[in-house]
């Protein structure tokens, strides 16, 4: 079975701080994606890679950046945390169907 | 841009009713399309995909159809049970090579016993 884990499922976070959301996958896959989701929004997508050390702008990159040094491992990394990124972080992977992770609650108070 | 609807946004059935989710999307031009389930506060978990040559996929009591001409997709769910609700997504990807999809906003199911 396909396993993608984020590193936490509940995270509170002050203004300003800067946070990193890890996200790893088991299964080799080059592309990984990282999603934001929210009530009224739906998915939305951040950022995504489809190789090591390679990123490409979704459809909201502002205020996000993302690291990904190996395959398996794909970081997103919001440089200033501000109140209008708390949200429902989701990470995916695979080469067809996309694999979920659990996702990540934020709250940035 | 490409756009992805759902409707209804929420329905509720009896248990052992039949039924149909509807997704719709504005560029005919997809790859492929996958239906998600969601569970409260959880990730999301692939239902079935359909690719653009295909007309349907089936995966025991879930079977999903694709008119890519009308821009068009159902997901039938046979036999409901209380254990079906969650919310239902669809999502079209539009090209082979970076696997972005573009997402609906979500059928929320109420199957009640």
């Known amino acids: 079975d396909v396993k993608v884990t984020q590193s936490s499922r509940y995270l509170v976070k002050r203004t300003g701080e800067k946070v990193f959301l890890e996200c790893v996958q088991d299964?080799?896959?080059?592309?990984m994606f990282w999603y934001r989701q929210d009530p009224g929004l739906g998915l939305r997508l951040i950022y995504f890679?489809?190789?090591?050390?390679?990123?490409e702008k979704g459809d909201i990159p502002e205020g996000y950046s993302v690291s990904r040094e190996k395959k398996e491992r794909f970081s997103l990394i919001l440089e200033s945390a501000s109140t209008n990124q708390t949200s429902m972080y989701l990470c995916?992977?695979?080469?067809?169907?996309?694999?979920f992770g659990p996702g990540t609650r934020l709250l940035v108070l | 841009k490409q756009e992805v609807t759902q409707i209804p946004a929420a329905l509720s059935v009896p248990e052992g009713e039949n039924l149909v989710l509807n997704c719709s999307f504005t560029?005919?031009?997809?790859?492929?399309l996958q239906w998600f389930r969601q569970d409260p506060g959880k990730g999301l978990t692939s239902l079935l995909l359909?690719?653009?040559?295909?007309r349907e996929q089936t995966s025991g009591r879930l079977n999903a159809s694709l008119d890519k001409s009308s821009g068009r997709s159902t997901l039938y769910i046979a036999a409901s049970q209380p254990g079906d609700s969650a919310t239902y997504l669809c999502?079209?990807?539009?090209?082979?090579?970076?696997?972005?999809?573009?997402f609906g906003q979500g059928t929320t199911l109420q199957v009640k016993p």
């Open positions: 299964m080799d896959h080059e592309n």
């Open positions: 995916a992977s695979g080469p067809r169907t996309q694999y």
């Open positions: 560029d005919s031009a997809i790859y492929n």
């Open positions: 890679s489809y190789d090591v050390k390679m990123k």
């Open positions: 359909i690719q653009s040559s295909q």
């Open positions: 999502a079209v990807r539009e090209s082979s090579n970076t696997g972005k999809l573009i």
